[in-house]
């Protein structure tokens, strides 16, 4: 694929879910609004006035009520953003079939050869930014380049409600004075490595050998020459399939009472099973999350030979997990995922018969109604001490 005759956008919502919040309720508009997971969770998302007390994504509840005290604290609404994010693809898809979703509010374009029929890349981007804001009443800044990496750091230049164009014949001076870290996927560690070795710039990596780089840092060694070139090939993917489904939950309070936090762990083997079942997944890795009072996290994972999606599957191979962990500090999150996913429904053997088909004729029974009637519907009588104590962090498909 040549590099210098695409075209492509990354476009990314602003400050989306507290912007949804914002856009459904007026009143709340021009205000700190900050959405997370209770007082013990972390903030998924703030609007640009609750920032400017220095609130950002991923920062512990605690910090971000005492950062802003008078911030307006809402919890996350998971469906409804999900619904606004599906008008939001709709207008992108009305552009280009070449659209990759790249999560539930950003996506990139490919819009090579379209020309024709909406005029040149910058000219879609602005008909993109109107359409948004005209069916959603919310904001997205765009970036236009030449490849995938230089629009994602584009669209962040001029946050929110901007738009940014690198040109082909532009890409080296851009990336000359370019802090090295501004590269998506230089993260803390390898962020260390570049300014040990005098790297700060992107301009900087061209004059580590790649050869040594690459002894450094692997693959990523490589990646990184490329980028300083402004090289990246990678194309733009309609659909890609989820690598995992999981869930998890910040406890209302720290515990150490095993009986509690095998509860817990049962409500999000729910949640998780309920996701695998909807989507139409069977999974074989289970993977159990224990983040504890000092803020240690740890995962815990076991491939099985044989598919499962059921939620009594589920919660039995995420207890054996549970049941290895030598747990010395009280717990603050639990987790559940699932993943070596296959599509389409379980084959059972025969020797499957019986207490399965039962499950699983259960677990699609629950599921309906739920999708009906909502999650709250049904619950379980084992963990009926657990309603209402705190909401659910977000659940992830990736």
């Known amino acids: 694929m040549n590099n210098r005759l695409r075209h492509i956008l990354h476009v990314d919502m602003d400050a989306f879910f507290a912007s949804v919040e914002q856009a459904d309720n007026p ?11 209770g007082k013990r969770g972390v903030v998924s998302a703030a609007s640009y006035e609750a920032r400017k007390f220095g609130v950002h994504s991923a920062m512990p509840m605690f910090q971000a009520r005492r ?14 953003y999900r619904e606004v994010s599906r008008l939001v693809m709709a207008i992108l898809g009305s552009f280009t079939p070449l659209l ?12 090579t050869g379209t020309e024709r029929l909406f005029g040149p890349a910058v000219r879609v981007a602005e008909k993109i930014k109107v359409q948004v804001r005209q069916e959603t009443g919310l904001t997205c800044s765009i970036g236009v380049a030449p490849n995938k990496f230089l629009a994602k750091i584009a669209s962040d230049m001029d946050k929110p409600d901007g738009l940014t164009v690198i040109s082909h014949d532009k890409v080296q001076d851009f990336l000359k004075s370019l802090p090295v870290q501004k590269i998506p996927g230089v993260g803390k560690r390898t962020l260390e490595v570049l300014k040990s070795l005098g790297v700060r710039n992107v301009s900087d990596i061209l004059g580590v050998p790649e050869d040594f780089l690459t002894r450094k840092l692997g693959k990523a060694g490589m990646e990184l020459t490329e980028r300083a070139r402004g090289i990246d090939n990678s194309p733009v993917v309609p659909f890609s399939e989820p690598k995992s489904f999981s869930a998890e939950h ?9 009986e509690e936090i095998r509860k817990h762990l049962l409500v999000q083997s729910e949640r998780v099973g309920h996701d695998l079942r909807i989507h ?12 504890f009072a000092d803020f240690r996290t740890i995962t815990r994972s076991r491939t099985f030979p044989d598919t499962i999606s059921t939620t009594s599957e589920i919660y039995r191979r995420a207890l054996e997990l549970l049941d290895k962990v030598d747990i010395r500090l009280k717990v603050r ?9 296959s599509r389409g429904a379980r084959q059972l053997s025969m020797l ?21 009637y909502g999650s709250s519907i ?11 104590k705190s909401k659910d962090d977000e659940n992830q498909d990736q």
């Open 333 to 341: 999150l639990v987790g559940v995922g699932v993943s070596t996913l």
């Open 67 to 80: 950062l802003c005290p008078n911030g307006i604290f809402l919890p996350v609404r998971m469906k409804r």
């Open 250 to 258: 910040t406890l209302p309070e720290d515990t150490g009472d095993m």
């Open 27 to 37: 009143d709340l508009r021009g205000k700190p609004v900050i959405i997370g997971g």
């Open 100 to 111: 990759e979703k790249a999560s539930v509010d950003e996506a990139y374009l490919d819009v």
């Open 280 to 291: 139409g997944y069977t999974g074989r890795t289970i993977t159990l999350k224990l983040k």
């Open 352 to 372: 499957d018969q019986g207490k399965k088909v039962k499950e699983m004729a259960l677990d699609s029974a629950v599921d309906m109604l739920r999708e009906r």
């Open 378 to 388: 049904l619950v379980r009588g084992s963990v009926m001490d657990l309603v209402g």
